[in-house]
């Protein structure tokens, strides 16, 4: 049996954008800055971490971290634009054989 979870995401969703890799970059005051890739518009829910999830992994995740529940896959490393912050993709749950949304744990990036 398949759980069919889009309609609530759909319905749920907010914009956030998912920055595309692109090669090359360049040195800035001895410091590497990688070349920013295309920015593509998505949507999702994405919200606070759960307790059981912050205290995995040795307190690996903080309250400044989310979870995504999106429509379409992501890759761990992809790098995500929420609200001014950056978050990086760590893990996601491959639901496909059971559900049609996908779960993510996105780690903030400080700056």
Known sequence: MRHRFAPIIRRRSVPYILLMPKDGGEWRGGKYIPAEGEKVK???????????????????????????????????????LYKGDRYTVQSGDDRSDYSDTYQYVLERVTP
Do not use: A, M, W
């Open 42 to 80: 998505r949507r999702g829910v994405i919200q606070p971490l759960g307790e059981e999830i912050s205290q995995q992994d040795g307190g690996r995740y903080t309250k400044d971290d989310r979870k995504l529940f999106c429509l379409s896959p992501h890759n761990e490393g992809d790098v995500i």
